[in-house]
């Protein structure tokens, strides 16, 4: 495997290198290292260090050098064909599937939602089934709790992904049936209100004691639990358990809560209850209600479904539906937890939901990432148990087959130096939108040959040696710059710049910083929610005309 490794790692490094002037991006490599060997994900590890030792080595050599190489050994990009990875769902007919999505409300959804929505909706779509949205919205735990504007964002990313909802459901409707079924166990005997504290809770539940309250009698639970939802007890006072067996190996299953009381303002439904269902509880009720034929989460959730059938079966329902797992997948870069972006947010330390920080799906939209490639990226990854940790380079990946077809080409210097260049006698220059779509014409770019900016960079590597200036003319670089051939020589590196006249314009980067810099006039021309390609520097979205200001995709 090593040995393929460093060979497929090398090659990818040599033609990324090739394509953008002597330099290859690490990422890019890894993603094209994963695409082309899929079974290389569960060494993702050994996949980014032989990546990176590759693109050290190839970014020592010259482009000469490269491009040597490349013929000498005939190296090509292998063609990749898309094979359908998700698997049939167990006992699942045409017409008779019925799914649900649970959403809590907190936030807009992220990129570790999309999985669970996207594969949900792909199922529903393929079975020709129906597909719910429940509103997960009691209330949890003091720093996770819903929020009144979550709602909307949830709803506006389903329809941004393309999502078919056939019904929408709010848990916070729905207590007065959560009761109900919480009284019909009391009733049978298989839950009872406890008033230990959590200290106790937890240490009996970590030893297999059963708490003084577990054989109190049925009618003192029903006073109890009566007690509660009229608010005689104060929150952590009384919670109320389900009966399951104290020596259970998992010590985490031994009595679960069921319900807790809080006295917290809903966002829908104010301060009207005082009690409110776990998720688990409010899932055993409602799927089995909504008449769900198979559940799709991840495998984090095992003690949930554990619940689930316990009271099912305990309650004596003839309820068996499909539960179906997959592992956790997370993208490098996406470290915060909405929790946490949340708190950060509120402290003022992130910009908002739209943050690309955040990785919420909002973000993503803001930075040009498409629906479809979000799609394709879940599609691909299946429905594996393992937990895996991809670079976001796998998604840019997807998202770079659909942007690079319809993005039109500019120019854009970030960090600009300016140059003259003598012997420039060319007034305009003149370049395709799209190299692939001449249709679409081509823009017509004013130069000026004594205010010609390029990347300090560029100057700095390159300065004393020959260039192309993309479109314009092949140059020995330098502050004084000097025309050495008008004809293009497309065998020398080849640099980006503007001129003058040009536009101000504003890029957020992927982490949150904010890049001044100078692009060429035709930009001016572009709507907002344009995807553009700034040549050899990566593709963005237009956000606000007036400021000019762009998010920035990936290269």
């Not at 669970?116 to 009691?138: P, Q, W």
């Not at 659909?402 to 130096?417: G, H, Q, S, T, W």
Request: glycine content about 6%; some cysteine.
């Amino acid at each position: 495997m090593l040995k393929e490794l460093k060979k497929l790692a090398r090659k990818h490094a040599l033609l990324n290198a090739y394509e953008h002037g002597g330099k290859a991006n690490l990422n890019a490599v890894i993603g094209k290292i994963v695409a082309e060997k899929p079974e290389f994900k569960a060494k993702i590890a050994e996949v980014v260090e032989e990546a990176k030792k590759a693109v050290e080595e190839v970014n020592k050599l010259s482009l000469e050098e490269i491009e040597k190489i490349i013929k000498k050994e005939k190296l090509k990009r292998k063609k990749q064909k898309y094979v359908e990875r998700l698997p049939a769902l167990p006992k699942a007919k045409k017409g008779k599937v019925k799914l649900r999505l649970a959403p809590f409300p907190s936030g807009p959804l992220h990129i570790g939602n999309a999985r669970m929505v996207l594969l949900n909706d792909e199922y529903a779509k393929r079975y020709k089934g129906k597909l719910y949205l429940v509103f997960d919205d009691t209330i949890g735990s003091e720093e996770k709790y819903p929020d009144k504007e979550a709602y909307k964002m949830i709803l506006e990313d389903l329809k941004w992904l393309k999502v078919k909802i056939n019904k929408i459901i709010y848990k916070s409707d729905r207590m007065e049936i959560f009761y109900k079924w919480a009284e019909k166990l009391i009733k049978a005997g298989l839950a009872y209100v406890c008033n230990c504290d959590e200290e106790t809770l937890r240490y009996n539940r970590k030893y297999g004691i059963a708490c003084e309250h577990r054989e109190q009698s049925v009618e003192e639970n029903l006073v109890k639990w009566e007690r509660m939802l009229r608010g005689y007890y104060k929150e952590k006072e009384a919670v109320l358990r389900l009966k399951t067996d104290m020596k259970h190996p998992n010590p985490a299953f031994r009595d679960r809560v069921l319900a807790r009381i809080s006295h917290r303002k809903h966002p829908r439904v104010g301060n009207k209850y005082k009690v409110w269902p776990m998720l688990e509880f409010s899932w055993a009720v409602d799927d089995y209600l909504l008449g769900i034929t198979h559940i799709i989460r991840g495998k984090d959730l095992v003690i949930e479904d554990m619940m689930e059938k316990y009271i099912w079966e305990k309650l004596g329902l003839k309820y068996n539906p499909v539960f179906v797992h997959f592992g956790i997948l997370s993208i490098k870069e996406a470290k915060l937890s909405k929790s946490q972006a949340r708190k950060e947010i509120k402290q003022g330390k992130l910009m908002g939901w739209h943050d690309p920080r955040t990785w919420s799906l909002l973000s993503l939209r803001k930075r040009g990432i498409m629906p479809e490639a979000i799609r394709n990226f879940v599609k691909k990854m299946g429905l594996s148990l393992a937990d895996v940790e991809l670079p976001a380079e796998i998604l840019y990946k997807e998202n770079r087959k659909i942007v690079d077809k319809i993005a039109n080409r500019y120019f854009a210097v970030l960090e600009p130096v300016k140059i003259k260049v003598k012997g420039l006698s060319a007034k305009y220059a003149e370049a395709y939108y799209h190299p692939d779509f001449k249709r679409r014409g081509k823009r017509r770019i004013k130069v000026n040959s004594n205010a010609i900016y390029v990347e300090k960079g560029d100057l700095e590597n390159f300065e004393g040696k020959k260039v192309r200036l993309m479109e314009l003319a092949n140059v020995k670089l330098g502050k004084q710059a000097e025309v050495i051939s008008k004809e293009l020589k497309h065998e020398l590196p080849k640099i980006h710049w503007v001129s003058e006249p040009n536009v101000k314009i504003k890029i957020i980067m992927p982490n949150g910083q904010e890049v001044k810099a100078l692009a060429e006039p035709a930009v001016k021309k572009l709507k907002v929610g344009s995807i553009v390609q700034f040549l050899r520097v990566g593709f963005a979205r237009l956000d606000n005309k007036k400021e000019m200001l762009f998010y920035f995709a990936h290269k």
